[in-house]
């Protein structure tokens, strides 16, 4: 059995238990859209590892060993959950899917760098389920930070999160972080004045969910939604 | 004293007044066509100046001189390979920065030239002061103050010009990028030695880290050597910055270009906006904007129509009079009719429709672009041409479009990519055009009653929508989106809009005159051999079982190929005595519907296959036939259900 298969059955169980009380076998199944007899054979396996404890009949509990890893990977996986949808905008109802393949994968150091980068997030995007709290030896958030700024600074990583151009409202200004998209639009955003570094003034949109109004190196430019939602910029603070 | 000839070249952005220098200075010598082989646009001048004869090729208004559209690419070759005596760089003082943009990438070509700092006037009340001399000596190229829609500056510039080409220029400073980027163009510039080819050579070792696919493909066959190498240099460029090479170069190059204009300009924002900074906010108001748009579009219709109508019955009055001397002439033989029924009524269906409906047409059209309101139009329309996978701009040759098709389908050259062009152009055929509305007026509106005809228009609203929507998804492609400038509002300038539509009205005669003469003489042809009413018979099946209409509503119709309006004319002519009271109000709908959608007319088509070429001008014109006769019975039996 792979880890992965493992960390996904922890998980299953991490979601599903109650104050402790053990899961049924069919419980499960259903969750996984599996046959029961599978459940069970895998349950076995897992008590074997000292993870769940496992009687017939009346189901399955994770014990604490495997509760710390469970724990550990339904925290990477809302914390991906985060990444991709606060910033990488991909839709809420394909997070989920993606972050399940993706916590595997996810090493505790970069755990620890994402959750520092998103800014502690408490909440995950799609169900508002709670994301478990780190394991590491910091009593508050703020300590974590403040150990990890000097580092953070030197990598020259952004302070602050990027954020379409279509996010900002209407007098709000930001810097040009990077913009997405094939060479020719690329090159023509940046032939109009839109390269990296640059303030652009959000002036107005159209009604409708129409285009953009800009200030750009003193002109004023159009922009069609299509446009706005490949230009990302550091919105800055009032 | 023989005298010398001279070219010079007026290239610069969008928008800044190019044109109107252009037409200060070569006043009526102009010559406009096409760049040899591309549909880009070619104006040229000639003009007399100190026992010089000077040649000015206006290039189009570009933000750049990469590849992204043909128009860049274009003026690029044209200034590297022909070499012009004197480049004339016209550059928007109220927008400095941007235009020093273009003009850093001008000084790269290594072409002779001079700045025209236009708009200062403009600038001026923006509370932008431009120190002319400094700017000279950061570019190390001649600057000139102009006001070009009051003709200040032209003179000094004209001399300026001269003086630059007599001298020779050696003072241009060198465009100088990071450290990081210099050491990479060096070692670029080391591979081509030896190389002759028509960019110079620094400019080509940057247009190869940009990743210039023209160039490189061109170098290639030269210095296969330096593409690899540049091709290597630019992935460390990239790994410098984590951006892409060629935003790294747009970059810095605009960090120069901001570094001039900080040090040349002085900035003094007014407390006050300023009155076109009002006009702006207003006419793109999310209420007020629509409003005054809407007001504004059917004022405008209302008042073209109104006088097109009244030139266009004046024009036909009198032309029609000549038939006596034709006949006179030519006898009532066969040569005769075919002279006067073909030849000289379709000169004359041209001239009464040409004149008095698009003439007007496009003086308001260059009017309102000029001043800058089209990209305002463009501006509030983006999201409802989105829905048919257009951007706003599309709007603009749709709106053309109820003026006279054919200007309509030359216009839609403004959008970016093929795929644009094609559905915008398709879109525009079934716009109702000024003969279409002759016919939904002259006859639902008149024998119905208006409201019809408003139901006729909504109708074909809806059409465009759906069929437009239909056509967005067949064509293959992704949509692109709007990105356009929309530069102050200023006062249009009364004799470049005057000449423009000179020029657009010459394009449109050139192109739909023979067509609507040959088309007119081969019918009127037919019809002196007596060959309309087989046709017509040949056709019953269509018209009459299917359509429900009379048989002679066929040779209407194929009339009606020349020019809409005339299927409703010649069925008057032909139901007399009792005219087309003769029709009963479901078939006059039917007619009416078929004539709108059936074909677009002969010079529609001719423009169709010169923006899109013939294949795509015959499946257009197929589907809209079949899309007619369809749409025409299904409306038979529908309204038959109600009557």
Not at chain 2, 229 to 258: M, P
Request: proline share 4%; hydrophobic share 45%; aromatic share 8%.
């Amino acid at each position: 059995m792979s880890s992965k298969g493992v960390e996904d059955y922890l998980k299953a169980l991490y979601i599903l238990s109650r104050n402790g009380e053990p899961i049924s076998t069919t419980e499960i199944a259903e969750h996984f859209k599996i046959a029961p007899a599978s459940v069970t054979e895998m349950l076995k396996k897992l008590a074997k590892k000292g993870y769940v404890k496992y009687s017939p009949y009346h189901g399955a509990h994770l014990t604490s060993k495997g509760f710390q890893v469970a724990e550990k990977i339904a925290r990477k996986h809302r914390l991906l959950e985060r990444f991709l949808h606060d910033v990488l905008r991909i839709r809420e109802d394909k997070v989920h899917s993606e972050a399940c393949e993706m916590e595997h994968a996810l090493s505790d150091e970069a755990e620890e760098s994402l959750c520092r980068f998103l800014k502690h997030p408490d909440l995950c995007p799609d169900d508002s389920k709670i994301i478990p709290a780190c394991d590491l030896p910091f009593s508050t958030c703020e300590e974590c930070v403040e150990l990890h700024k000097k580092d953070f600074e030197e990598s020259g990583r952004r302070q602050q999160i990027p954020v379409s151009i279509s996010q900002l409202k209407k007098g709000e200004r930001g810097k040009v972080s990077f913009i997405r998209g094939e060479h020719k639009v690329l090159q023509r955003l940046s032939d109009m004045g839109l390269t990296p570094g640059t303030e652009v003034t959000v002036v107005k949109s159209a009604p409708f969910h129409g285009p953009l109004e800009i200030l750009v190196r003193g002109s004023r430019l159009a922009l069609g939604r299509g446009m706005t939602e490949i230009i990302f910029v550091e919105a800055e603070k009032e | 004293m023989t005298q010398k000839k001279l070219i010079i070249a007026l290239a610069g952005n969008a928008n800044v007044g190019k044109s109107v220098i252009f037409n200060y200075l070569t006043g009526l010598h102009q010559h406009i066509g096409n760049w040899p082989g591309k549909t880009v646009e070619r104006a040229e001048g000639t003009l007399s100046f100190k026992g010089y004869t000077i040649d000015i090729v206006d290039l189009p208004g570009i933000y750049s001189l990469s590849t992204y559209s043909l128009e860049e690419l274009v003026s690029r070759k044209y200034i590297a390979v022909e070499r012009p005596d004197l480049v004339i760089n016209v550059v928007d003082a109220s927008v400095l920065e941007r235009n020093l943009f273009f003009t850093l990438q001008l000084m790269e070509l290594e072409t002779p030239m001079i700045v025209a700092l236009n708009q200062v006037d403009i600038a001026k009340r923006k509370g932008i002061e431009i120190d002319t001399e400094k700017l000279e000596q950061l570019l190390g190229v001649p600057v000139v103050q102009t006001v070009a829609t009051k003709g200040i500056g032209i003179s000094q510039l004209l001399e300026m010009a001269i003086k630059a080409i007599e001298k020779g220029q050696t003072t241009r400073r060198e465009v100088r990028y990071g450290e990081e980027v210099e050491e990479r163009i060096a070692k670029i510039t080391e591979t081509l030695q030896g190389i002759q080819f028509y960019y110079p050579r620094r400019y080509v070792a940057i247009k190869l880290l940009e990743g210039d696919e023209e160039i490189a493909r061109e170098i290639a066959k030269l210095a296969p050597q330096a593409v690899n190498t540049a091709k290597e240099l630019t992935g460390e460029i990239e790994n410098l910055h984590g951006h892409a090479c060629s935003t790294v170069i747009t970059s810095e190059r605009y960090e120069v270009a901001g570094r001039v204009a900080r040090q040349a300009q002085k900035l003094v924002p007014p407390l006050k906006p300023t009155a076109e900074e009002r006009l702006h906010n207003l006419t793109t108001h999310r209420i007020a904007g629509y409003l005054i748009m809407i007001s504004s579009l059917l004022l405008i219709f209302y008042a073209i129509f109104t006088f097109g109508n009244y030139t266009s019955d004046l024009l036909s009055n009198l032309l029609n009079r000549l038939e006596p001397l034709s006949t006179n002439l030519f006898g009532t033989g066969i040569v005769g009719s075919l002279v006067w029924g073909g030849v000289a009524e379709g000169l004359i269906a041209g001239v009464t429709v040409a004149l008095p409906y698009i003439i007007p047409f496009y003086i308001v059209l260059y009017f309102l672009e000029d001043s800058g309101y089209l990209s305002r139009i463009a501006f509030l329309m983006d999201n409802a041409m989105h829905k048919i996978g257009l951007h706003g701009k599309a709007f603009i040759p749709m709106m053309l479009g109820y003026g006279c098709n054919v200007p309509a389908c030359l216009g839609c050259r403004i959008m970016e990519t093929k795929r644009e062009r094609t559905l915008a152009a398709f879109v525009t055929t079934l716009v109702p055009c000024a003969a279409r509305t002759v016919i939904i007026l002259g006859l639902v509106g008149r024998f119905i009653g208006i409201q019809w005809a408003l139901v006729l228009y909504v109708f074909d609203l809806f059409v465009i929508f759906a069929l437009g929507r239909l056509a967005f998804r067949v064509l293959p492609g992704e949509p692109s989106a709007l990105i356009m400038e929309m530069s102050d509002y200023r006062r249009p300038d009364l004799k470049t809009v005057l000449k423009e539509t000179w020029f657009r009205l010459a394009e449109f005669i050139k192109i739909a005159f023979p067509l609507i003469i040959v088309g007119s003489l081969v019918i009127k042809a037919a019809d002196v051999f007596g060959l309309l009413n087989p046709v017509a018979n040949l056709l019953s099946p269509v018209t009459v079982a299917w359509l429900g209409l009379p048989v002679i509503t066929g040779i209407t119709l194929i009339f009606g190929v020349l020019r809409k309006e005339l299927s409703l004319i010649l069925l008057a002519a032909l139901l007399a005595p009792t005219g087309l009271q003769a029709l009963t109000p479901v078939q006059m709908v039917v007619f009416t519907l078929v004539a709108m959608f059936y074909i677009p007319c002969v010079a529609t088509i001719s423009a169709l296959v010169r923006e899109l070429g013939g294949k795509k001008a015959l499946f257009i014109t197929l589907f809209e036939i079949a899309f007619a006769i369809i749409l025409g019975g299904v409306a038979l039996r529908v309204l038959t259900l109600f009557t």
